[in-house]
T-cell receptor
Framework: KAGVTQTPRYLIKTRGQQVTLSCSPISGHRSVSWYQQTPGQGLQFLFE???????NKGNFPGRFSGRQFSNSRSEMNVSTLELGDSALYLC???????????FGEGSRLTVL | TQLLEQSPQFLSIQEGENLTVYCNSS?????LQWYRQEPGEGPVLLVTVVTGGEVKKLKRLTFQFGDARKDSSLHITAAQPGDTGLYLCAGAYNQGGKLIFGQGTELSVKP
C-alpha cells in the first residue's frame, strides 16, 4: 500500500511570492491534515479536510489556505510569503475511524 | 500556548542505558499518541493509548497513559543507537486529524 506522497520535497521562494504544496493520501483515506514544523514551534496544526470540507482549522493567518479534491488529494497554498514561513510542511492522512495519522516525508520550504 | 509539555528536550545517553520521556498537560485527551521522526522524514506512529492507566509495550519501549488522561510517558530499556531520533507525543481531543504535539525529545544514543 503506497504511503502519503508530498510534492515538491524541496522548494525555495522569495518574500511576497506564493506557493502551492500537494499531498496524495493513502488509498482509501479520506481525511488529510496539514502541519507546519519549525525548530522553534515544533509541529503545529494548520487544517484538516474530510470529504472536500474543512473540518478543523488551526491558528494560522488567512494567507494559509487549503482544499481537498474528490479523489481525496489535497493542496495547501501560502500567499505573500514571509521569512517566517520557512518550515517543513507535513501532510498526514487517516482513515474514517482511525485516530492515527500517517505522515508524508514533507515539503521543505525556504523563503529568502 | 503549548498545551503539551514534553521533557526532556534533549537527551544524550550511552548504549544500554534506560531512559524516560515525559509528556504532561493540563488538558484531558481522548487519546495520546507517540511518534518517532528521523531527519528528512515525517513522523511515524509508534503507539496510541486511549484508556487512563493504560500501559503498552513495544519490544523495549513501554508507554503509559496517566489515570486522568492528561499525561503520558515513554520508557526505553537498554537503548540502542537505532533508537536515535526525535520522539513526539501528541494528544487528540476526538477522532480526526487535529493533534496537539509536544515540542519533542531529541534522543541520541551513542555506541
Amino acid at each position: 500500500k503506497a504511503g502519503v506522497t508530498q510534492t515538491p520535497r524541496y522548494l525555495i521562494k522569495t518574500r511576497g511570492q506564493q506557493v502551492t504544496l500537494s499531498c496524495s493520501p493513502i488509498s482509501g483515506h479520506r481525511s488529510v491534515s496539514w502541519y507546519q514544523q519549525t525548530p522553534g514551534q515544533g509541529l503545529q496544526f494548520l487544517f484538516e479536510y474530510f470529504s472536500e470540507t474543512q473540518r478543523n482549522k488551526g491558528n494560522f493567518p488567512g494567507r494559509f489556505s487549503g482544499r481537498q479534491f474528490s479523489n481525496s488529494r489535497s493542496e495547501m497554498n501560502v500567499s505573500t510569503l514571509e521569512l517566517g514561513d520557512s518550515a517543513l510542511y507535513l501532510c498526514a492522512s487517516s482513515s474514517l475511524q482511525g485516530r492515527e495519522l500517517f505522515f508524508g516525508e514533507g515539503s521543505r520550504l525556504t523563503v529568502l | 500556548t503549548q498545551l503539551l509539555e514534553q521533557s526532556p528536550q534533549f537527551l544524550s545517553i550511552q548504549e544500554g542505558e534506560n531512559l524516560t520521556v515525559y509528556c504532561n498537560s493540563s488538558s484531558v485527551f481522548s487519546s495520546l499518541q507517540w511518534y518517532r521522526q528521523e531527519p528528512g522524514e515525517g513522523p511515524v506512529l509508534l503507539v496510541t493509548v486511549v484508556t487512563g492507566g493504560e500501559v503498552k509495550k513495544l519490544k523495549r519501549l513501554t508507554f503509559q497513559f496517566g489515570d486522568a488522561r492528561k499525561d503520558s510517558s515513554l520508557h526505553i530499556t537498554a537503548a540502542q543507537p537505532g533508537d536515535t531520533g526525535l520522539y513526539l507525543c501528541a494528544g487528540a481531543y476526538n477522532q480526526g486529524g487535529k493533534l496537539i504535539f509536544g515540542q519533542g525529545t531529541e534522543l541520541s544514543v551513542k555506541p
